[in-house]
């Protein structure tokens, strides 16, 4: 089973938010579709929320847990999208907290939904540059 569209929208727009320089438009993309609320800013609620489905688009069985073969996916598909040169050390750094090998934190070589979301603060702490709490777009270096 492929990821569905708004997976990969998911996706795409958090690399792009994260690439750096030029990336205004991305980081419009990426608040638009993690900012539940559009309060302009993403707590750690909508963060979660927002992990959780992520997880699920690529719990194809729907059993909970991100076996290899679907973890292999996600892998694919982030990679793809977050091929990007000169990519901030912030940036590389919140795309890692999605890598299989931060979520399995029980190292069985699957990845539970409960694994996967208790990474979710520290995704949020890995863009959250100016550390209150919250990801806005100060964080990118937008106004």
């Known amino acids: 089973m492929k990821p569905t569209l708004p997976a990969l929208i998911l996706i795409l727009s958090t ?3 994260l690439a750096g320089g030029h990336m205004g438009e991305g980081v419009e993309h990426f608040f638009e579709n993690w900012d539940l609320d559009s309060d302009g800013t993403i707590s750690l609620a909508e963060a ?5 489905g992520l ?20 892998d694919e598909t982030r990679a793809s999208a977050s091929e990007t040169e000169n990519m901030p050390s912030k940036a590389m750094q919140a795309i890692d907290t999605l890598k299989r090998e931060f979520n399995d ?3 069985d070589g699957q990845v539970s939904r409960e694994e996967f ?5 520290t995704w949020l702490q890995a863009l959250d540059r100016n550390k209150d709490g919250a990801v806005s777009q100060a964080d990118f270096g937008q106004s």
């Open 117 to 121: 979301l208790t990474g979710t603060d």
């Open 15 to 17: 690399a792009a938010a």
């Open 48 to 52: 979660t929320e927002q992990r959780e």
């Open 105 to 107: 934190t029980d190292q």
């Open 55 to 74: 997880f699920y688009m690529f719990d194809s069985d729907e059993n909970g847990v991100l076996d290899t073969v679907e973890y292999d996916l996600f």
